[in-house]
């Protein structure tokens, strides 16, 4: 080895001169090479790459904490936040996540009880048809790290004025809104101006704060018909389109400065699944030639739709967008059809259970699709917020109705879905408003 005077040259030095070479000009290609590749990535929406490397992480035989870690690193890696909630005390500033925390004994009372001047769905009157226990009314959300403050009428409604309101979504969304009118009920009551009797679209006025609260219920958020040649049941097959939002509520959403959106019970059943018009295959069917796909996917596509469906309101300033995602359900003894129960009648602990298998599934197939929708909404200037109420409510087996939405003598499934009012659902609207007062300051 040869230097440029012909000089001959020690094999160290050879290797150093290489090394430089390669340090200088082929590890900064490198570099910008693996750049370029990694903003593609994340700038790609739809995720599906980080979906599979989830599923596959889920399903790893590995201790569970482990799984869920390993899952939810992956999405806080491309921006997943929580809400933060910031107190002043004194000089002092205080932040906390208000969504991680515990439930704790309230001796005090519930907010409203079933004799108040608000609407509740018989099949979440707990007390009404003789809940024997009351335990599930007394225990508040607590947050590691803060205080959540007890929900103020009164500055809800100030902060609301002459603003709209939209639940959107299935009867969990009208679980919400109901608790949400009860708690109001304390500072003032809302005229019903509904354009239907139909309960599950209803429209609530606040005259003296020309505030409204309308419900959409659209189960699966977008176009949906029953398609089963025998006829409609619990199982029977739906056409879904996957690209194409609900009328109901798409003709409708345009009136709300605020849109809080959910579901997730209604996409279990048989499917067939469509894009364009045409048919890309199903869920839990029997046709052939054509391809099975998990309900993951028609869930992903759901909020994906939906999500582009609101940042595409010819009006976007200003609009805030919250999820309230997947709420677990809690059958035990059995499955929902076949005996199963929810008889519990305290919480569980941080300790007794964690999110994981399909709720956990579902809960990060919705975070993935709202981050993609947070982006966009940064440009386009559209809030969107999480309402992330799932790791709380699954610690609440003791908050649904079970057998307590109908009289004794009525031989009727338990509900272990929707929850009980006065109850945890509750909680909601009081994290709600922690969100609505951040956003006003």
Same mark, same amino acid.
């Given at each position: 080895?040869?230097?440029?005077?012909?000089?001959?040259?020690?094999?160290?030095?050879?290797?150093?001169?290489?090394?430089?070479?390669?340090?200088?000009?082929?590890?900064?290609?490198?570099?910008?090479?693996?750049?370029?590749?990694?903003?593609?990535?994340?700038?790609?929406?739809?995720?599906?790459?980080?979906?599979?490397?989830?599923?596959?992480?889920?399903?790893?035989?590995?201790?569970?904490?482990?799984?869920?870690?390993?899952?939810?690193?992956?999405?806080?890696?491309?921006?997943?936040?929580?809400?933060?909630?910031?107190?002043?005390?004194?000089?002092?500033?205080?932040?906390?996540?208000?969504?991680?925390?515990?439930?704790?004994?309230?001796?005090?009372?519930?907010?409203?009880?079933?004799?108040?001047?608000?609407?509740?769905?018989?099949?979440?009157?707990?007390?009404?048809?003789?809940?024997?226990?009351?335990?599930?009314?007394?225990?508040?959300?607590?947050?590691?790290?803060?205080?959540?403050?007890?929900?103020?009428?009164?500055?809800?409604?100030?902060?609301?004025?002459?603003?709209?309101?939209?639940?959107?979504?299935?009867?969990?969304?009208?679980?919400?809104?109901?608790?949400?009118?009860?708690?109001?009920?304390?500072?003032?009551?809302?005229?019903?101006?509904? %354009?239907?009797?139909?309960?599950?679209?209803?429209?609530?006025?606040?005259?003296?704060?020309?505030?409204?609260? &309308?419900?959409?219920?659209?189960?699966?958020?977008?176009?949906?018909?029953?398609?089963?040649?025998?006829?409609?049941?619990?199982?029977?097959?739906?056409?879904?389109?996957?690209? %194409?939002?609900?009328?109901?509520?798409?003709?409708?959403?345009?009136?709300?400065?605020?849109?809080? &959106?959910?579901?997730?019970?209604?996409?279990?059943?048989?499917?067939?699944?469509?894009?364009?018009?045409?048919?890309?295959?199903?869920?839990?069917?029997?046709?052939?030639?054509?391809?099975?796909?998990?309900?993951?996917?028609?869930?992903?596509?759901?909020?994906?739709?939906?999500?582009?469906?609101?940042?595409?309101?010819?009006?976007?300033?200003?609009?805030?967008?919250?999820?309230?995602?997947?709420?677990?359900?809690?059958?035990?003894?059995?499955?929902?059809?076949?005996?199963?129960?929810?008889?519990?009648?305290?919480?569980?602990?941080?300790?007794?259970?964690?999110?994981?298998?399909?709720?956990?599934?579902?809960?990060?197939?919705?975070?993935? %699709?709202?981050?993609?929708?947070?982006?966009?909404?940064?440009?386009?200037?559209?809030?969107?917020?999480?309402?992330?109420?799932?790791?709380?409510?699954?610690?609440?087996?003791?908050?649904?109705?079970?057998?307590?939405?109908?009289?004794?003598?009525?031989?009727?499934?338990?509900?272990?879905?929707?929850?009980?009012?006065?109850?945890?659902?509750?909680?909601?609207?009081?994290?709600?408003?922690?969100?609505?007062?951040?956003?006003? %300051?």
């Amino acid at each position: 080895m040869k230097g440029g005077g012909g000089a001959e040259l020690p094999r160290w030095k050879y290797i150093y001169m290489l090394l430089e070479s390669f340090r200088k000009v082929v590890l900064p290609i490198l570099t910008l090479v693996l750049l370029v590749k990694i903003t593609f990535s994340s700038y790609n929406t739809t995720t599906d790459s980080l979906l599979q490397n989830l599923e596959t992480t889920l399903n790893k035989s590995v201790p569970f904490d482990q799984q869920k870690h390993e899952a939810i690193t992956q999405l806080q890696s491309v921006g997943i936040t929580s809400i933060n909630h910031s107190e002043k005390v004194g000089k002092k500033q205080q932040t906390c996540n208000i969504f991680v925390g515990k439930w704790v004994s309230y001796p005090n009372g519930p907010y409203y009880t079933n004799e108040t001047n608000c609407a509740i769905d018989d099949r979440q009157n707990c007390m009404k048809f003789g809940r024997p226990d009351r335990d599930f009314i007394h225990w508040r959300w607590k947050p590691d790290d803060c205080e959540l403050p007890l929900f103020d009428a009164m500055q809800f409604l100030e902060l609301v004025r002459d603003k709209t309101l939209a639940f959107v979504g299935d009867s969990l969304a009208r679980n919400q809104m109901q608790s949400l009118v009860c708690l109001l009920a304390s500072a003032a009551i809302p005229v019903d101006v509904s %354009e239907t009797k139909d309960a599950r679209f209803r429209r609530w006025l606040y005259k003296d704060y020309n505030f409204a609260i &309308i419900a959409l219920w659209s189960p699966q958020l977008i176009k949906s018909y029953e398609s089963d040649p025998n006829g409609y049941s619990y199982n029977s097959l739906m056409d879904l389109y996957l690209d %194409e939002a609900d009328h109901v509520w798409a003709s409708q959403v345009h009136k709300a400065d605020t849109v809080i &959106i959910s579901g997730g019970q209604w996409f279990f059943r048989p499917f067939l699944y469509y894009e364009n018009g045409q048919l890309i295959g199903c869920h839990k069917c029997n046709e052939k030639n054509t391809t099975k796909l998990s309900h993951y996917y028609g869930y992903r596509m759901a909020f994906r739709t939906a999500f582009k469906t609101l940042l595409n309101l010819k009006r976007l300033k200003s609009r805030l967008v919250i999820l309230r995602p997947f709420s677990p359900q809690h059958f035990e003894n059995g499955e929902w059809n076949k005996g199963g129960n929810c008889n519990r009648t305290r919480p569980f602990t941080n300790q007794d259970i964690k999110l994981d298998g399909y709720t956990l599934q579902m809960y990060l197939t919705q975070l993935e %699709e709202f981050k993609a929708a947070q982006r966009e909404g940064n440009k386009r200037g559209v809030k969107f917020r999480l309402l992330d109420t799932s790791e709380a409510m699954l610690l609440r087996p003791d908050g649904h109705p079970n057998h307590y939405g109908h009289w004794p003598n009525e031989k009727k499934l338990a509900d272990c879905v929707h929850w009980c009012m006065p109850g945890p659902v509750d909680t909601w609207n009081e994290l709600l408003l922690s969100i609505l007062k951040m956003e006003a %300051e």
